[in-house]
């Protein structure tokens, strides 16, 4: 597996772990917190999710990039 493509994938737990515990985050203390701040965490959270999709779709397009130009 070429190196590029494993930063993506390890980039893209890392984002997804931190999105998660963001997520947890929320569920936990939902009754203390106001408005503006739960926004604000549903937005990182999401934000999070989406960088580890990015990274998780750019890594395998790498990947299948290179395998198809060593087939060829």
């Given amino acids: ?12 737990l890392l ?18 917190i106001s408005a503006s701040d739960y926004t604000f965490l549903v937005s990182l959270t999401t934000g999070y999710f989406v960088l580890a999709i990015f990274f998780a779709v750019s890594g395998s397009f790498y990947l299948f ?3 198809r130009r060593d087939l060829l």
Avoid: H
């Avoid at 997804?16 to 203390?29: A, F, Q, R, T, V």
């Fill in 15 to 32: 984002f997804y772990g931190m999105g998660y515990s963001k997520n947890l985050l929320i569920k936990n203390y939902t009754t203390y």
């Fill in 1 to 12: 597996m070429p190196s590029i493509t494993t930063i993506c994938y390890f980039l893209s």
């Fill in 65 to 67: 990039v290179n395998l």
